[in-house]
């Protein structure tokens, strides 16, 4: 996947992604997708 992001510069490219990834997974686990809980190990993806 790619993503093309507009962020300031003073925001470290570390934080940025470690919030992404965070709100990404709340998503995946609230719509409860069959297919990704099958593949979950031990609650995290």
Do not use: E, F, T
């Not at 510069?9 to 809980?37: C, D, F, H, T």
Request: charged share 15%; proline share 7%; aromatic share 6%.
């Amino acid at each position: 996947m790619h993503l093309l992001v507009h962020y300031p510069p003073k925001v470290a490219v570390s934080s940025l992604v470690n919030s992404l990834k965070g709100v990404s997974s709340r998503l995946i686990r609230k719509r409860n997708y069959p297919s990704i809980q099958g593949a979950l190990y031990g609650g995290r993806l």
